[in-house]
């Protein structure tokens, strides 16, 4: 059974940093799309940031701040977050996709991916 475990949430103040990890089991994910989403209260889920096995992809209000990467050895993504704004308060969600070429918007949607963690919250005060 594929299972995605989010870690790394917490309260910070805005300008701090964190750091999600989303390790898996089950499957190797190596080289396959990986991606990770936030929702805030009252609103839809929306894509933040995604890894494939050549390229990385960004939603325009993270890019410069955020930055996904992934190690295969550890079946592991990571999403550092710098520069967090209150705006970023949400429950981040890793995804994880079962075919390896996607299209960019599909990288970019919810619909691409077949496997879902549980979310962690992050929450930044101002």
């Known amino acids: 059974q594929v299972q995605l475990l989010e870690s790394g949430g917490g309260l910070v103040q805005a300008g701090d940093s964190l750091r999600l990890s989303c390790a898996a089991s089950?499957?190797?994910?190596?080289?396959?799309?990986m991606g990770w989403f936030r929702q805030a209260p009252g609103k839809e889920r929306e894509f933040v940031a995604a890894?494939?096995?050549?390229?990385?992809y960004y939603a325009d209000s993270v890019k410069g701040r955020f930055t996904i990467s992934r190690d295969n050895a550890k079946n592991t993504v990571y999403l550092q977050m710098n520069g967090l704004k209150p705006e970023d308060t949400a429950v981040y969600y890793c995804?994880?996709?079962?075919?390896?070429?996607?299209?960019?918007?599909?990288?970019?949607?919810?619909?691409?991916?077949?496997?879902w963690g549980q979310g962690t919250q992050v929450t930044v005060s101002s």
């Open positions: 890894i494939s096995w050549i390229n990385t």
């Open positions: 089950g499957r190797t994910f190596n080289n396959y799309p």
């Open positions: 995804a994880a996709a079962k075919s390896a070429r996607l299209t960019v918007p599909v990288i970019r949607s919810q619909g691409g991916y077949d496997y």
